[in-house]
């Protein structure tokens, strides 16, 4: 068995994407403990596009990725990420990542990477839905939410950091585009499901139940997690206890760094 990202000066992510391998099944290590009885989504996302990020070449960048929560995660049990190499190309690799638990599955990823290109560089223009100036400091009751600085739109008394909010880490990050890449995947979990709540739904957790389904990320261009960033979220659709969302992150200069989507239930 080998260790991936040993060692111990490194970033607070990159402890959390320690693993050993043992071929294409890799060994993370969760936390003892965290918010609530279920394992942060981010987390095991991170974890999840981490291993298959290690059986890649490292020049073949995060391009997407796809998964589906399918049970709820514990703290403080190991987590094997199970690396199937779907497809190797010249410009693209594929990769399926089966997360277990017990030896049930928590969670199945899709991913793909790609390997840069010269090309076409475009973005629609938008006007930002919060102003950094017009932002306010809060620490959310959110997992690793210490983690990060936070500033939300004025009035946003919610337990939750409602988007649009403003973000960054608090450490700096490896200069690594799979560790940052993860870091992204990680911290674009904590704005969707507010905003997938039912229109007129108290945004506190008492409300209902609620948990992410599923979650899709594109990675656009570089992104450098110690500075500010801009996560804008809206709804798209609520029926069927479900609501789906549609996200963009934004650096300061308003370049869009990423998409993302989710999906996720609401029982009320």
């Known amino acids: ?37 279920r394992l942060f989504g ?3 996302a991170a974890q999840a596009l981490a291993a298959a990020g290690h059986t ?13 929560f399918v049970r709820g995660g514990q703290y403080g049990v190991d987590v094997e990420l199970h690396v199937e190499r779907t497809r190797d190309g010249r410009s ?6 089966t997360a277990v638990q017990h030896g049930k599955v928590i969670l199945e990823m899709i991913a793909s990477f790609h390997r840069p290109e010269d090309a076409a560089d475009w973005q629609p223009p938008i006007v930002p ?22 500033r939300v739109t004025p009035g946003d008394d919610s337990v939750f950091a409602v988007p649009p909010f403003w973000i960054r880490t608090r450490d700096e990050i490896e200069d690594d585009p799979l ?23 108290p945004v506190h957790p008492e409300a209902g139940y609620a948990a992410s389904l599923d979650h899709a990320v594109w990675f656009h261009r570089p992104f450098d997690p110690r500075q500010w960033h801009r996560y804008e979220v ?13 996200g963009s992150l934004y650096s300061a200069e308003g370049t869009l760094v990423a998409s993302t989507t989710q999906e ?4 009320l």
């Open 92 to 97: 693209f690799d594929t990769r399926r990542v």
């Open 264 to 267: 996720a239930l609401w029982r």
């Open 129 to 150: 839905a919060l102003e950094f100036d017009d932002a306010m400091h809060k620490v959310p009751n959110l997992g690793f939410a210490e983690r990060f600085d936070i």
């Open 42 to 44: 981010g987390l095991i």
């Open 234 to 246: 809206r709804s798209l659709n609520n029926s069927d206890s479900r609501g789906l969302v549609v």
């Open 179 to 201: 560790i940052r890449a993860c870091t992204l995947t990680f911290m674009s979990d904590f704005g969707p499901v507010p905003v997938a709540r039912p229109p007129g739904t």
């Open 56 to 68: 890649v070449e490292p020049d073949k960048l995060p391009q997407s990725l796809h998964l589906y």
């Open 1 to 37: 068995m080998t260790r991936v990202n040993s060692a111990a000066d490194r970033s607070w992510i990159a402890r959390l994407l320690d693993f050993e391998q043992r071929g294409d099944v890799f060994v993370a290590p969760n936390p003892r403990s965290g918010p609530g009885d």
